[in-house]
């Protein structure tokens, strides 16, 4: 019997290690999590049984230049009992936002940003030998399943390359638009356009640590930086990759948004979970004439369920929150 536990649990390490078979059925991911908190959700995620999670950044509140900081803080994170049940159940990859990075709305001038870099991969457990370790920043991408249920996850960085914010003088925007800025660097756009381009996933999710839907507002977005929002949306329509859709964090809420975009024949969404550990601190509005239901302002974490039984997949977008209240349920089909 011992022998038979030792098998399993050495072919379980395997998959989880080397990717997915089988086709995926449930992604979770999530955003903000304070390494210090107690109160992370880290249970109710591992009973949703997840095949995949997906961090979206701030995975850590490191925000310091010195690495032995953020070092440390990775080590507290990773060593906590409920992550350590979230390893042992499915597949992790992921990305950094700003406070993991090292520095508050922090870009490409960042002087740490190399040996940060390094840091996260090794939370992320990504081997030494993987592409991403042998290139600058830390955009990646993952193919799950197979014939004609691969589920394809592509690992924006908008942070290593990203050029400078424009600090706004409008009460109550922090931003606005850089006409000039760019988001992701001439050789991360190159990237993912053969990503893209060579793609034969049914299901394509993007992986963005900040908003790209959302536009309104005047904190972090895609929109800050109007001519690589552009960009993408310009690939997107003239690349047409299959079933397509945002996820995304940072923001301390959760919603959903979609638009139309001409060309792409499908509707496009961002699907937005932040944070793990804390949200605002009191109810608000905020404008999003995309959003799709309600701003949830509650601890929560994203749950995408897929549904390969008909021709195109049905997918359903669910917020949770503690003890396993689903706080909105978005059907989705393309």
């Known amino acids: 019997m011992q022998n038979l536990k030792a098998t399993l649990t050495i072919a379980l390490a395997l998959t989880l290690a080397s990717g997915l078979a089988q086709p995926v059925t449930k992604v979770a991911f999530g955003s903000c999590s304070h390494e210090d908190d107690p109160e992370q959700l880290w249970s109710e995620i591992v009973a949703t049984d997840p095949d995949l999670w997906i961090w979206l950044g701030d995975n850590i509140y490191g925000d310091s230049p010195d690495m032995g900081v953020l070092k440390a803080k990775y080590d507290r994170q990773k060593k906590s009992e409920g992550y350590q049940r979230l390893l042992k159940t499915c597949k992790v990859v992921g990305t950094w936002d700003d406070h993991d990075y090292g520095i508050n709305d922090g870009g490409k001038n960042f002087r740490q940003k190399s040996k940060s870099k390094e840091l996260a991969l090794d939370f992320l457990d990504v081997p030494q030998k993987a592409k991403v370790r042998k290139r600058e ?49 001439d050789e991360q756009w190159e990237w993912l356009e053969k990503e893209l381009k060579k793609s034969e996933a049914a299901i394509h999710i993007i992986a963005s640590s900040i908003q790209f839907v959302s536009n ?54 961002d699907f937005t979970s932040s944070g793990l550990t804390h949200t605002w601190d009191e109810s608000m509005e905020e404008s999003n004439g995309y959003r799709v239901g309600q701003l949830i302002i509650q601890k929560n974490f994203g749950l995408i369920t897929i549904n390969w039984n008909e021709k195109l997949p049905d997918l359903v977008f669910e917020l949770r929150g503690k003890d396993g209240v689903v706080w909105q349920s978005t059907p989705v089909r393309f």
């Open 216 to 269: 309104e507002h005047g904190y972090e977005k895609w929109g800050n930086f109007p001519k690589s929002r552009q960009r993408m949306l310009d690939l997107l329509a003239r690349l047409k990759p299959a079933n397509t859709f945002f996820i995304s964090g940072d923001r301390h809420i959760g919603e959903v948004s979609k638009m139309s975009l001409e060309g792409l024949p499908y509707s496009l969404y």
């Open 137 to 185: 920043g830390i955009y990646d991408s993952y193919s799950f399943g197979e014939g004609n249920r691969i589920v394809k996850v592509i690992l924006l960085d908008t942070r290593y390359f990203r050029d400078t914010l424009q600090r706004s003088t409008v009460k109550g925007r922090r931003y606005d638009p850089n006409p000039a800025g760019d988001m992701l660097g």
